[in-house]
Structures are given as C-alpha cells and as structure tokens.
C-alpha cells in the first residue's frame, strides 16, 4: 500500500526559493490513470491546489501561482518535489503532496478522488 | 474558474444527531462533486467521491446527494470522532481541484 512523506526546510526566507519532496515508498508513480501534486493549506484557512502532473510527465498549476511553481518528478518515479520561488510570508502553509485516483465516469471521463495525502510539512516564510 | 461555497461555516450538533452541509459549485459540475473530513493537524481524508459514493472504509453514516451546481453531505447518528471540519472539492476541473472553505462542526 502506497504511502507519501513530504520533506523540506521548516524555515525559508522571503524571496528565496522553496523546496519540497514527496517520498512514494509501498510502490512506485505507474499509473497512467493517476495525478500526483502538491496541495498547501495556510493557518486558518482553506486548502489550494498549487499543482500536480501525470504518469507522462505533463504538469499543470494553479494560474495564481503559475509562474514561480516548478513540479518535477525523479526518474527513480519514487520522488517527486515542488519548487516555489519568490516567496513571501502569504507563502506560509503546510504542505502536502497528494494522488488523485480516478474511477470510471460517463464517456471517457474519470471522476477523480484525492485519495492518498502525506502528513503535511510546515513551511514558514520568515527572516 | 470555478468557485466553490459551503455553508454554514460552522455548525453545532450533539452525539446521535443528522446534520447537513451544503455545497455550491459557480457553474454546473454534473457529479464531479468529492467531500473529505480533516482532523486537527491531520490530513484530509477522502470520504465521498462523484458526488455520492462512498469511498472504501468510510462509515455508511456518511452520504452525499447532489448534481449540476448543488450538493450536500448528510451525517447520520454523529459520533464524537465525526466533529471535525469538513470540505468540498470539485473535481470537474481535475488535475485542477478547488476546495471549498470549509465547515467545522462542533459538538453542542
């Protein structure tokens, strides 16, 4: 049974870069019915969706966070991390990294359920 | 995009008792409707998927109705593990997912 584990600095500084990995152990990415991202969630708040890829490799974000947000996934398809650069103390979350799995829909469609979280890592964006 | 509400906010219930939280998408999203409970400090945890199936090991309490634009989750016979906060999420937009903001249930 698959498991996810963030891992990271607790602490980054304001306009430095942010870097996160997720730890599949239990098996590797090899769905190709499967989305694998990352999900923050900022102290008292909600859950956003910052971004997530595929089993080929196509990634996709959150249009707000689109142009500091790198997803990348080890060729080992038993890592994959998150880097956001620029940030700022709105940048202050816990992270998670996440599967969605998808069941058969209508057409060719797949409802998709997230599934499988890690346990979430505190990021804090301060000097 | 789409953007997601629910109401209440937070909600105050006893033990035994069958509550309902709501759900609304900004435009229609057939079935693609999920709702997940999270516990302090914890992740969430998938209950409901297409809008009203039950995910693998969740309680048969928990049920979701719902399709287009309006869905809810109903509670039946809470038990204290259940005063928790719970979310939609809509998953029309899949690998996008917009959650709602979420309704913390209390106990009275």
């Known amino acids: 049974q698959q498991q996810l584990q963030e891992s990271g600095p607790g602490l980054v500084k304001p306009s430095e870069t942010l870097s996160l990995t997720c730890n599949v152990s239990?098996?590797?990415?090899?769905?190709?019915?499967?989305?694998w991202g990352w999900i923050r969630q900022s102290p008292g708040k909600g859950l956003e969706w910052i971004g997530s890829f595929d089993y080929s490799g196509s990634t996709y974000s959150n249009p707000s966070l689109r142009s500091r947000v790198t997803i990348f996934i080890d060729t080992s398809r038993t890592h994959f991390s998150l880097k956001l650069n620029s940030v700022t103390a709105a940048d202050t979350a816990v992270y998670y990294c996440?599967?969605?799995?998808?069941?058969?829909?209508?057409?060719?469609?797949?409802?998709?359920?997230?599934?499988?979280w890690g346990p979430g890592t505190t990021v804090t964006v301060s000097s | 995009d789409i953007q997601m509400t629910q109401s209440p906010s937070s909600l105050s219930a006893s033990i035994g008792d069958r509550v309902t939280i709501t759900c609304r998408a900004s435009q229609s999203i057939s079935s693609y409707l999920n709702w997940y409970k999270q516990q302090p400090g914890k992740a969430p945890v998938l209950l409901i998927y297409a809008a009203s199936s039950l995910q693998r090991g969740v309680p048969s309490r928990f049920s979701g109705s719902g399709s287009g634009t309006d869905f809810t989750l109903t509670i039946s016979n809470l038990q204290p593990e259940d005063f928790v906060t719970y979310y939609c999420?809509?998953?029309?937009?899949?690998?996008?997912?917009?959650f709602g903001q979420g309704t913390k249930l209390e106990i009275k």
């Open positions: 999420q809509e998953s029309y937009s899949t690998p996008q997912a917009t």
């Open positions: 239990g098996g590797s990415i090899n769905s190709d019915s499967d989305y």
């Open positions: 996440a599967r969605s799995t998808g069941s058969p829909g209508p057409g060719n469609r797949y409802y998709y359920g997230l599934d499988l």
